[in-house]
């Protein structure tokens, strides 16, 4: 078999089509990961995993979604689901919070990390009352049953990626364990942290005491409420 030499109008458009073959791969990576770890993944082979010694976490649960989506089929459950983390997706970029990942009826989120920022505390808790702001407009009647859980704390984090046909961005330690306790045992539309949280957002957000509950990950501690800023109707 005789191979066929291409000419140069030829080579022109393979290289155009590798190009937008390569850009859109990399589209599909930064989709996945967070720029700064999606550009050291393309650039090692290396295990992807650092240390956060401040980043703060948010763990928000649709209450009893199973309950208010149980006459739903199934598409209307996906298209329910999507409406909700689409919103917070949006206000995750308006926020400059870092989105890990979605799990059943639950959305991880970070401040922090990869890329550290002095405010990341104060971030999220402005994230966190978006996020209850925005289930309030999503059912203004409350007809559609929507409530939010969420819970979130700071402290050290270990962060890293997982998995090799199917990269993975995810978080571990004792401050992602605590805020999944803390959205577990929250109420229906609030914002549930401890009091070592409260005390840095002091003076700056209204928190109301809930009192004292046990963790797993921290034992006997003080609840509060986040409430809202200071100065905020």
Request: hydrophobic content about 40%.
């Amino acid at each position: 078999m005789v191979e066929r030499e291409l000419n140069l109008t030829e080579m022109v458009e393979l290289q155009e089509q590798l190009m937008a073959s390569q850009k859109e791969a990399d589209r599909l990576l930064r989709n996945i990961l967070p720029d700064s770890v999606a550009a050291r993944l393309k650039g090692s082979t290396e295990v992807i995993a650092d240390d956060f010694r401040e980043a703060t976490v948010l763990v928000a649960l649709v209450h009893d979604f199973t309950g208010l989506t149980r006459s739903l089929g199934a598409r209307q459950e996906v298209t329910l689901l999507n409406e909700i983390f689409c919103g917070f997706d949006e206000l995750a970029i308006k926020h400059g919070v870092e989105k890990i990942k979605t799990l059943e009826a639950g959305y991880l989120a970070a401040t922090g990390l990869p890329e550290p920022r002095p405010d990341h505390l104060e971030a999220m808790a402005d994230f966190a009352l978006a996020l209850q702001s925005l289930i309030v407009q999503l059912d203004p009647q409350g007809q559609r049953g929507l409530n939010l859980r969420i819970g979130l704390d700071t402290g050290p984090v270990v962060a890293g990626v997982i998995g090799r046909s199917r990269f993975s961005y995810d978080i571990w330690g004792d401050t992602v364990d605590a805020a999944w306790e803390l959205a577990h045992l929250g109420m229906p539309g609030s914002v549930q942290i401890n009091d070592a949280v409260r005390r840095r957002l002091e003076g700056r957000f209204l928190c109301e005491q809930r009192g004292e509950y046990y963790l797993k990950s921290k034992g006997a501690f003080q609840l509060h409420l986040l409430r809202g800023r200071r100065g905020k109707s």
